[in-house]
């Protein structure tokens, strides 16, 4: 069974450029995660989506960040503008349907904002 | 705001040492979870607790859930250099949205 797919790995853009990020979670998880996390720390969660609908995006800086998925499949988490802080890995992981279930994650997107 | 607090947060010890790594929380949770991650990939899911006074064992590694649901712990046996990594506990908010919630990670060096 293919796992959640993300790209890119890595990417530098300078501050206040625009980036992109992809996900395919994996066949059949409805549910679809975007979690922020900086070098050494535990993941924050961003946003969730179940299906197309946003479950929580509570802690989602909603003036620079975006995030939507297209036919509730992949997602794309966009940044715009960058700001320093936002240097961090963007992990992306997926559920089947039903509270508790084991979530999968994908390798991560690098991002340095220089 | 339901927070988890892990401790300590580095850890370093040789190969054949034993160690207890700790996660608190001022809540209750339906269920904790551990996870490793090493560099360079997300965190794998190496057990789920359910019930208060839960003790789970995978092979050198014994996790306990506390009585009251509100902390957990991780004990690593003879401690190997292959378990270096990120350890991080994880449970899901009250809410029941399914929105899990992470500490903020154990980072644990053996070395041979």
Redesign the interface.
Known sequence: EAGVAQSPRYKIIEKRQSVAFWCNPISGHATLYWYQQILGQGPKLLIQFQNNGVVDDSQLPKDRFSAERLKGVDSTLKIQPAKLEDSAVYLCASSPVGFGNTIYFGEGSWLTVV | TQL?E?SPQFLSIQEGENLTVYCNSSSVF??LQWYRQEP??????LV?VVTGGEVKKLKRLTFQFGDARKDSSLHITAAQPGDTG?Y?C?G?SSS??????????T?LQVKP
């Open positions: 988890l892990q339906s269920s360079g990939e997300g965190p794998v899911l789920t990120l991080l994880a899901y029941n949205t399914g929105k899990l919630i992470f500490g903020q990670g980072t």
